[in-house]
């Protein structure tokens, strides 16, 4: 008998299909933004503090009990996923050296803008609970 790991992308990318509401566009983008932790988490040169940004990110992607739970909001549940990655992000980027930002994005768009407009939305629809993310993921 073997094991098959659940495939995260494909599921995540039939949950957002179709969502219409509130940050729409973020929400949207959740599939390509966690692909692009997914990927940077492969990085061998980041730093070790960068590593447990990335690893936080992606933790709090895949744990069912957070700020904004999916199963109780349904896709506008990954707005506070979103606004940690957002947050991350701009954290890292002046760390992150051009080629692993280039090598791990791999969405339409400049990554930049990307992550501008999935930070911007999620920030404003989460407001105060911002920093409750922060807190709940080790990084406020």
């Known amino acids: 008998m073997s094991f098959e790991a659940p495939d995260y992308l494909a599921s995540l990318r039939s949950f957002v299909d179709a969502y219409e509401g509130p940050a729409q566009r973020a929400v949207a983008l959740a599939p390509v933004v966690f692909e692009f932790y997914a990927r940077l988490f492969g990085d ?17 992607f895949v744990v069912p009990q957070d700020v904004l739970p999916e199963a109780e909001f349904g896709p506008f549940g990954l707005v506070d996923d979103l606004f940690l990655a957002g947050h991350v ?52």
């Open 89 to 140: 992000f701009r954290i890292l980027r002046r760390e992150l050296k051009p080629g692993a930002v280039n090598h791990a994005w791999a969405g339409e768009g400049d990554v930049d803008d990307v992550m501008d407009t999935v930070y911007t939305e999620s920030k404003n629809e989460l407001g105060k609970r911002g920093r409750e993310v922060l807190r709940l993921a080790g990084l406020g």
């Open 44 to 60: 061998t040169t980041l730093s070790r503090d960068a590593r447990a940004m990335v690893n936080a990110v992606l933790a709090y």
